[in-house]
């Protein structure tokens, strides 16, 4: 199984300010013969299922504000928040759907500071 | 747009079994496949496997292999999710999700969650 690790577990930012949080996994997730790095993160408030962000590593979901921004190739990836809004206040995983089983992150707490 | 609509909260005794239902509805779904994750109190996110509505193919993860069991009824849309010998460690929401594509199983589309309880 490839393993997903988060970091931080959770992290305090000021509003207006960036948040990142990285995933790195056990094995590269990077398809050589599509370039496509198998690699989605999601979003969870609290009693709400998540909600997906990117996908493709840093592919943006219809919808999901500029602000939102993946990056990152094989096993280390970031997810980066700009201009931090009260909104954001959340759960956030990462994904990887190149084998199964399709395994997420731990999660990282995000909050304001 | 897409709906997943799952069946209700469940309390079960240690040892039973659980089914959970997710109804899928709407204009154009455009994949056939349900997916299931788990979300256990205070943890994370966890996948259990998944089944394509027309076909009835299935695939699950390893270590719930023997004790899940997922049908589905290809005329209503619905995917079924059961589970067995259930312990307190089966404590958990479970959510039904569509994938992006039949080889692209991020999850654009969720059920609101099924809140399954394991209690003597």
């Known amino acids: 199984d490839i393993v997903m690790t988060q970091s931080p577990d959770s992290l305090a930012v000021s509003l207006g300010e960036r948040a990142t949080i990285k995933c790195k996994s056990s094995?590269?997730?990077?398809?050589?013969?599509?370039?496509?790095?198998?690699l989605a993160w999601y979003q969870q408030k609290p009693g709400q299922p998540p909600k997906l962000l990117i996908y493709?590593?840093?592919t943006r979901e219809s919808g999901v504000p500029d602000r939102f921004s993946g990056s990152g190739s094989g096993t280390d990836f970031t997810l980066t928040i700009s201009n931090l809004q009260a909104e954001d206040v959340a759960l956030y995983y990462c994904?990887?759907?190149?084998?199964?089983?399709?395994?997420f992150g731990q999660g990282t707490k995000l909050e304001i500071k | 747009q897409i709906q997943l609509v799952q069946s209700g909260a469940e309390v079960k005794k240690p040892g039973a079994s659980v089914k959970v239902s997710c109804k899928a509805s709407g204009s154009s779904l455009s994949t056939s496949y349900i997916h299931w994750v788990r979300q256990a109190p205070g943890h994370g996110l966890e996948w259990l496997g998944w089944?394509?509505?027309?076909?009835?193919?299935?695939t699950y993860a390893q270590r719930f292999e023997g004790r899940v069991t997922l049908t589905r009824d290809a005329s209503s849309n619905t995917a079924f999710m059961e589970l067995s010998r259930l312990t307190s460690a089966d404590t958990a929401v479970y959510f039904c999700?569509?994938?992006?594509?039949?080889?692209?199983?991020?999850?654009?589309?969720w059920g609101q969650g099924s809140l399954v309880t394991v209690s003597s």
């Open positions: 994904q990887q759907y190149y084998s199964t089983p399709h395994t």
């Open positions: 999700a569509k994938p992006y594509s039949s080889n692209s199983a991020f999850f654009d589309f």
């Open positions: 094995q590269s997730v990077l398809l050589s013969t599509k370039n496509k790095n198998y």
């Open positions: 089944i394509n509505l027309n076909s009835g193919a299935i």
């Open positions: 493709w590593a840093s």
